[in-house]
DNA sequence: ATCGACTTTGACAGAGAGTTTCACAAGGCG
DNA sequence: CGCCTTGTGAAACTCTCTGTCAAAGTCGAT
């Protein structure tokens, strides 16, 4: 049960478009790939499976950039994790055997009490200016 | 966030355990890792890991064999998980960069609401008859 | 002592994560 | 049109870790 990378990744510069709430381009997200310390070409493989999941929208040619598809508080962590790594908590072949059934059962429990509360956490709140310092480029 | 075949192994061993409430010898154990599907040597790995956490006691010799090291309702998929994996989500280096120590405090708090389900569900409860056909050999 | 029963160690294949590279496609502008 | 900028896509590579197997080791009861 560990986080992934590259959904640190994707959440990192989420919220950096969120803040941001216009169009950014690529040599603007290179840069802050640099200061996030983020390798600038897995970020974009990145934003474009963001993109083909409906999470941003990108445009290309002068004035091409990435923007978020929807509003800050209408993507939650559950969306990025869920489009990512296909499910917040994946329990494989749990349910085989004698007291497989039983015990998937309770992961199931589990996995949905985790999917509510990545549900609650949302761009909006990550990128809210509150606490914490912000980089702003 | 993948929950690993190991853990889901040492669950069902430890259910097991749990309706046995005895102590169960390696044969017995091998016969169910063929019920369970479940490589027998790799089973008994895990019992080693689990020994070692605490988790079970074994003796050796004849009458040897494991036994939970307490009652189940005291062993909770909690200590199964932070024993076999570490952590019940493991953050990795995620506070670095601009965003970073953001979105790693959201994660953190998904993580505690995490252990608190997980600490919920105890093998007791996890063992009960009620509910779903069990296997008894 | 010795046999039965658990323990430890090491090796190995395969999968997957993270990363890099390179060739391609498409929009703007002279 | 043709070129330049900017984003797209796919392949390949390294590295780590998981799941698996096998064999030699150690302890305890009788």
Chains 1, 2 share one sequence.
């Not at 761009?123 to 702003?136: C, H, I, P, Q, T």
């Amino acid at each position: 049960m560990k986080l992934s990378v590259k959904v640190d990744y994707a959440c990192r510069v989420l919220v950096q478009l969120a803040r941001m709430d216009g169009r950014e381009g690529l040599a603007h997200i290179e840069e802050l790939a640099r200061i996030e310390a983020v390798p600038a070409t897995y970020l974009v493989q990145i934003l474009g499976e963001l993109r083909n999941g409906g999470l941003i929208t990108s445009r290309r040619g002068k004035q091409g950039g990435y923007a978020l598809a929807r509003p800050p508080a209408a993507i939650s962590l559950l969306d990025i994790v869920t489009l990512i790594e296909g499910d917040v908590l994946d329990l494989g072949g749990a349910a085989e055997g004698a007291s497989g059934k039983r015990v998937a059962q309770a992961w199931r429990e589990v996995r949905a009490v985790l999917a509510a509360k990545c549900a609650e956490v949302t761009l909006e709140k990550l990128a809210a200016k509150a606490g914490g310092e912000m980089y702003y480029i």
